[in-house]
């Protein structure tokens, strides 16, 4: 009969579900954590701060489909994951954060013991969606279960399982576990008399969108069948991008930001949302309207009236409600043919965002026309990302653009790039952010290189916090602590093993761009906005 630690009793438990990478740091007290990786064929990456490591992870959920699973240290280590934690919760999206917490009996102690910290537990207990501390091995197993059933069968956030030390490190007969992954039932709507009534309200519609946000990513195929059926616009959130390919005549892409794609989505008669919040961060406006019927699906019943009041609300993961409403839409709607306002609507997009944001604007289209078609694009919260990039490039399957829209933390996109790479290892991968947000992860140029990952990054540099320049200006204060001083960024690739090289138009970053996908490794593309000529 074999034995094994309670930490290595977790790993083997979150191994069985088929999460082959983990992304943390090793430490003194997390060690029962790392001992059975090798052993159960685990991936490990280990980042140069923890942050970096949950926003890695997010970066592997999301082409994997599985939870980012982090393994921290205790104090430090766990506080410097919880912003990674806090965008998991903003974004709705799975992760399973796994620490040691003090033994039994010596919580709160003051005493001065290594990384002692006043109450860890209660800390990320309040960013994350569910915190558990378990007080034995089977407890231990059982959160994990209980992490991957509420990811499977509720709104996915983040999950935090700390374990003391004195129960991480005991030793437990494993054939007394429970360590085998369990199959749980994604919700769907049950309520038929609803179903039908959302049905009616589609089967009559003459002028119908759709608008489908992050908890739409896993419904691709049912939405791409449903815009089919009706002839139906589809616009997107940032979280939702390319779940129905951009590329299509009716997709007016992710551009609620944009007054003239709102207008189209309020004035439908029939506005039909799918899994989304509607959250003013990634609408730019409070709410959105709406002057027809409301037709919602959510996974969380708390959503269905969430910014925008429902007038049928249908309750269940997206890619099963979707397919019973498919069921019986017998009869296709009565809409026209909208594929000339869409793309009407889609011009008057990229109008407003030259008019507002010019420079954004056309580095990104320069930026998109040097990428590869299949590229996944991690991105950050910088100018050229929000303001140009996002809604300039066209992407065909979801997840292709990790970001987050809700959360804006700087320091995501270069780790999430990582973790996406490592993810969906047979697709180029890139990382587009601006200066001030790549020194918030720069330390994560040497992990890339270490884990032997073929990943660009593009840098536009615009000498600082752009907007934050912006912002003070226009409260009438004199810019203060946003001009950045630059480091040489193609010598900070090659300082970390890599290669990089600046770029002043398009023919330039074109040739880059290449010869960086042929060259794989780590590389950088710099662009420095003041002097880049762009093709517009």
Known sequence: MSTLSTGGAVLTAIRNYGVDTVFGIPGTHNLEFYRSLKDLGTRVVTTRHEQGAGYGSDGWSLQTGLPGVVITTSGPGLLNALSAAATSFCESRPMLILAPGPEQGAEFADKGTLHETKDQFSAAAAIVETAVRATSASEAVEAVHAAFERFATARPRPTYIEVPLDVLEQQVE???????????????????????????????????????????????????????????????TLNAKGVVDEHHPLSLGANLRFTEVREYARTADVLLVVGSKLGEAELWVERLEATGTVVRIDLAEGQVNKNLTADIGLVGDAKATLSALLDGLDVASQAGDFRAGVAGALEAARAEGLETSRESTLIAEDIVAALPHDAIVSTDSSQICYLG???????????????????????YGLPAALGARIGAPDRPTFAVVGDGALMFSLQELITVVEQGEDLTVIVVDNGGYGEIRANEISAGIDPVGVELTQPDWPLMAAASGGHGVAVDDLGQLKDAVANAVEAGGLQLIHIDAKRYTTAG
């Open 389 to 411: 990039l996002l809604n300039a490039i066209k992407v065909s399957t979801p997840n292709s653009t990790p970001y987050m829209a809700t959360y804006a933390t700087l320091g």
């Open 174 to 236: 494993a054939d007394s576990l429970d360590l085998e992954a369990r199959t749980y039932q994604r919700p769907r709507c049950t309520d038929e008399a609803l179903l039908e009534q959302a049905r009616a309200a589609l089967r009559g519609a003459s002028r119908p969108v759709i608008v489908a946000g992050g908890g739409s990513r896993g419904a691709a195929e049912e939405l791409r069948e449903l815009v089919d059926t009706l002839g139906a616009p589809i616009v997107t």
